[in-house]
Nanobody, 115 residues
Framework: QVQLVESGGGLVQAGGSLRLSCAASGIIFGINTMAWYRQAPGKQRDLVAQIAPADSTNYADSVKGRFTISRDNAKNTVYLQMNSLKPEDTAIYYC?????????WGQGTPVTVSS
């Protein structure tokens, strides 16, 4: 059974930081491209950042220079370090795993940034 379990969300003031974690089980973690998506109320779910098995990364323009995605293949975990948070970063953040055969989603963790 595949599970992606996010943690680390919460309430933070603008300018603050949070670190999200996503622990994966039931998948061969090292062959998956891992990503974080977010969905704000009334909006579509958008890609925030992704990291390939070989550690190449890609970021949404809105988070470049503020967010950093990383992975620890030994721990089957992907992280999202979020700095200089803004109220517009408020959303549910979802972990995503993709390989040539299938994709998987986590349940999401809420992030609220107060002004």
């Amino acid at each position: 059974q595949v599970q992606l379990v996010e943690s680390g969300g919460g309430l933070v003031q603008a300018g603050g930081s949070l670190r999200l974690s996503c622990a994966a089980s039931g998948i061969i973690f090292g062959i998956n491209t891992m990503a974080w998506y977010r969905q704000a109320p009334g909006k579509q779910r958008d890609l925030v950042a992704q990291i390939a098995p070989a550690d190449s990364t890609n970021y949404a323009d809105s988070v470049k220079g503020r967010f950093t995605i990383s992975r620890d293949n030994a721990k089957n975990t992907v992280y999202l370090q979020m700095n200089s948070l803004k109220p517009e970063d408020t959303a549910i953040y979802y972990c995503h795993a993709k390989n040539v055969f299938n994709i998987h989603w986590g349940q999401g963790t809420p992030v609220t940034v107060s002004s």
